[in-house]
T-cell receptor, first 117, second 118 residues
Framework: AQKVTQAQTEISVVEKEDVTLDCVYE???????LFWYKQPPSGELVFLIR??????QNEISGRYSWNFQKSTSSFNFTITASQVVDSAVYFC????FGSGNTGKLIFGQGTTLQVKP | GAVVSQHPSWVICKSGTSVKIECRSL??????MFWYRQFPKQSLMLMAT?????????EQGVEKDKFLINHASLTLSTLTVTSAHPEDSSFYIC??????????????FGPGTRLTVL
């Protein structure tokens, strides 16, 4: 069965600190996609990144970076030099793409990040 | 492009009444739409998957007679919460996906509808 675990419920940092949000997933499929979404207080989900199971290259986008390690089934997200505007709930999600699969997303429990000035 | 809207953005209703939430894909044809529910400080849980012109597929534990889903056109899906009760108060989020045209078929999320049942 598919499962996504975000063990950190809440993280609080001071502005300019680096912070890493952990994500561990379980799946029996060999083809799958992993995602990170940001949910600010408004509630609307903001797509951050998608990664397929065959691409283990790490990715950097500005202050954001992602570390995908299939060996440990982890897809961690790091924010460098955090800012107050980064305060939000962050969700990691998994989607399998086996035959007949609908592509539905399985979300982790979410990590609430608070960045203090 | 790829904008999904929801209406209303928030609604308050009395216990026992029915509430309809609309999800529209504004600039693409959505062959598949997903409905999620999110309780306060919790994750998004998939309620059902709807394909245009066919019956929705509900996740285990979701009452299909209580949460009626209609995906009658390629740009509109509706979720009706029938005989709503306070425990149905939640944030309802839809997402839409177009026809499969590439290796990955992107899913686009609506802004959500906050339902409060008194």
């Amino acid at each position: 069965a598919q499962k996504v675990t975000q063990a950190q419920t809440e993280i609080s940092v001071v502005e300019k600190e680096d912070v890493t949000l952990d994500c561990v997933y379980e799946t029996r499929d060999t083809t799958y996609y992993l995602f990170w979404y940001k949910q600010p207080p408004s509630g609307e989900l903001v797509f951050l990144i998608r990664r397929n199971s065959f691409d283990e290259q790490n990715e950097i986008s500005g202050r954001y970076s992602w570390n995908f390690q299939k060996s440990t089934s982890s897809f961690n997200f790091t924010i460098t030099a955090s800012q107050v505007v980064d305060s939000a709930v962050y969700f990691c999600a998994l989607s399998e793409f086996g035959s007949g699969n609908t592509g539905k997303l399985i979300f982790g429990q979410g990590t609430t990040l608070q960045v203090k000035p | 492009g790829a904008v999904v809207s929801q209406h209303p953005s928030w609604v308050i209703c009395k216990s026992g009444t029915s509430v309809k939430i609309e999800c529209r894909s504004l600039d693409f044809q959505a062959t598949t739409m997903f409905w999620y529910r999110q309780f306060p400080k919790q994750s998004l849980m998939l309620m059902a998957t709807s394909n245009e012109g066919s019956k929705a597929t509900y996740e285990q534990g979701v009452e299909k007679d209580k949460f009626l889903i209609n995906h009658a056109s390629l740009t509109l899906s509706t979720l009706t919460v029938t005989s709503a009760h306070p425990e149905d108060s939640s944030f309802y989020i839809c997402s839409a996906r177009g026809p499969v045209i590439s290796e990955y078929n992107e899913q686009f999320f609506g802004p959500g509808t906050r339902l409060t049942v008194l």
